[in-house]
């Protein structure tokens, strides 16, 4: 009997081998995509974690889906073995164009630079960011030209509850004149099979900035899903977007319903502070520096010129621009006259191109 009992399990186990391994299913994915996009320079939104689960991510900004250029960023939840948890993904796809590499013009400290493949290949940057559920975060992607190879594309996330702006990453690639266009929006996604547990998050205040440099407003968007299991569901309450997944949720509305919440037609902008400006002579260089609280709009570019008078009268004795988001000096090659006192203009434009001058006084 125990003989007979031995052979029927080692023919199960037969079969199931040759039936191969058995793959757990992914709860569905949801997008939430505007209805009026356009080509722009700049993308944002705020996002909030309502549910997270492991291997969760929520890609808050997307663009040119498939074109050059091609890219996506936003939060991710991984399990307690990964090198963070809780983290900001940006990532950008391989040149279609050109066989020149992406690059990185700045990482965060902690951020982690790398290659990635799978779904195509690209450059892609990890960062730990210790978000937290029930609160709101918002992420800004910007693309430029100036300064860079081709087309840099920068990310920001601020942490709306502690007032603190964050500069992730700038990466360079190498084809110029891109804007962000095609697959504007955002999708939840599990992304290792764990359809049981439930995910949810929420997103309001999603807008792009049109290459004229008006803003489009996301105020109704259309949800949709993969629908790959019907656990899925998604809605408007107040002012925001909700999207849900996973375990017993069903859905209360139709795949590709277009929802409207009230908002307003452009985002509202924290003021550019600077904590502190300094300058100093030495050698036939003036170094500028300067602060800018975790709390002020975050820095875009910065603009420094030397006068010989308070009045800043005239032609600059020497200047420079530079977009440089992540600077905190700036040095000008000038000659200036032991005894004197001269006066720099440093200029502080913010992501969102608004400015903010100061004159700061120095003695040779």
């Not at 955002?186 to 004229?212: C, P, S």
């Not at 919440?261 to 924290?270: E, K, L, R």
């Not at 975790?294 to 010989?308: C, E």
Request: net charge positive; proline share 5%; hydrophobic share 40%.
């Amino acid at each position: 009997m125990k003989k007979f009992i031995a052979m029927q399990v080692l023919v199960l186990m037969m079969l199931l081998s040759a039936a191969g391994p058995v793959m757990a299913a992914s709860a569905d994915n949801v997008y939430v995509n505007p209805v009026n996009p356009s080509p722009s320079d700049i993308v944002m939104s705020d996002w909030m974690a309502v549910q997270a689960t492991p291997y969760t991510y929520w890609a808050t900004q997307n663009w040119n889906q498939g074109a050059e250029g091609g890219g996506y960023a936003g939060f991710q939840q991984d399990d307690g073995n990964s090198f963070a948890p809780r983290r900001v993904h940006f990532a950008i796809w391989d040149p279609i164009n050109s066989t020149l590499p992406i690059t990185a013009k700045y990482v965060t400290p902690g951020g982690r630079l790398s290659p990635f493949g799978g779904e195509g290949t690209g450059m892609k940057v990890m960062t730990p960011y210790a978000w937290q559920t029930g609160q709101w975060y918002r992420m800004v992607v910007r693309t430029w030209s100036e300064g860079c190879t081709g087309t840099c594309f920068g990310q920001w996330v601020k942490d709306a509850g502690k007032n603190e702006w964050k500069l992730i990453a700038v990466l360079d690639h190498p084809v110029a004149g891109l804007s962000l266009h095609g697959g504007l929006g955002l999708f939840q996604e599990d992304w290792n099979g764990t359809a049981q547990n439930v995910r949810e998050g929420r997103i309001k205040n999603g807008y792009n900035r049109k290459l004229d440099g008006t803003w489009n407003s996301w105020a109704s968007q259309r949800i949709s899903t993969n629908s790959s299991l019907g656990n899925w569901d998604g809605g408007t309450a107040g002012d925001y977007f909700w999207f849900r997944a996973g375990g017993s949720t069903t859905p209360s509305i139709a795949s590709n319903t277009v929802k409207t919440v009230n908002q307003p037609a452009a985002p509202t902008y924290d003021s550019i502070v600077l904590a502190s400006t300094g300058a100093a002579y030495k050698n036939g260089q003036l170094t500028v520096n300067w602060q800018l609280p975790a709390s002020s709009s975050p820095q875009f570019k910065v603009s420094a010129a030397v006068y010989g008078n308070a009045a800043l009268a005239g032609s600059p004795l020497a200047g420079k621009t530079e977009v440089r988001p992540e600077a905190v000096s700036q040095s000008l090659a000038v000659s200036l006259k032991a005894g004197r006192t001269y006066y720099v203009k440093l200029t502080i434009t913010d992501l969102f191109d608004r400015t903010r001058s100061v004159t700061i006084p120095v003695k040779a």
